[in-house]
C-alpha cells in the first residue's frame, strides 16, 4: 500500500522556519522525482519545489533562496526546510511522487 505521510507543520511568527517531512513507503522512492506543493484557503493548488532522483531540485519563484527540498533514498524521506517565512506562505503543504501519489498534507500557519 503506497503511503506518503508528511508531517512538521504548525504555527509559526512571520520569519520563523518549518521543517516538513514526509516517509514513503509502498513503492521504490529513489525512482521517483518528489515534490512539495501547498493550496492556500481559497486557491488553487501550486508547484513549490521539486527534486529529481539524482538531487537536482527547482522551486518556484516565490520560495527561492528562502526554502530547501532534500531527500534520503536510504529513509525514504523527502525534506522542504522553510526559512524567513512569511504570511503567504500560509497552506496545507503536499508532498507528492510527481505524476502518481499524493499525501494528506499538513498545514502550515504563518502569522504577522
Known amino acids: 500500500q503506497v503511503q506518503l505521510v508528511e508531517s512538521g507543520g504548525g504555527l509559526v511568527q512571520a520569519g520563523g522556519s518549518l521543517r516538513l517531512s514526509c516517509l514513503a513507503s509502498?513503492?521504490?522512492?529513489?525512482?521517483?522525482?518528489m515534490a512539495w506543493y501547498r493550496q492556500a484557503p481559497g486557491k488553487e493548488r501550486e508547484w513549490v519545489a521539486r527534486?529529481?532522483?539524482?538531487?537536482?531540485?527547482r522551486y518556484t519563484d516565490s520560495v527561492k533562496g528562502r526554502f530547501t527540498i532534500s531527500r534520503d533514498n536510504i529513509k525514504n524521506t523527502v525534506w522542504l526546510q522553510m526559512n524567513s517565512l512569511k504570511p503567504e506562505d500560509t497552506a496545507m503543504y503536499y508532498c507528492?511522487?510527481?505524476?502518481?501519489?499524493w499525501g494528506q498534507g499538513t498545514l502550515v500557519i504563518v502569522s504577522s
Open positions: 509502498g513503492f521504490t522512492f529513489r525512482n521517483y522525482a
Open positions: 507528492a511522487a510527481e505524476g502518481h501519489y
Open positions: 527534486i529529481e532522483t539524482g538531487g537536482s531540485t
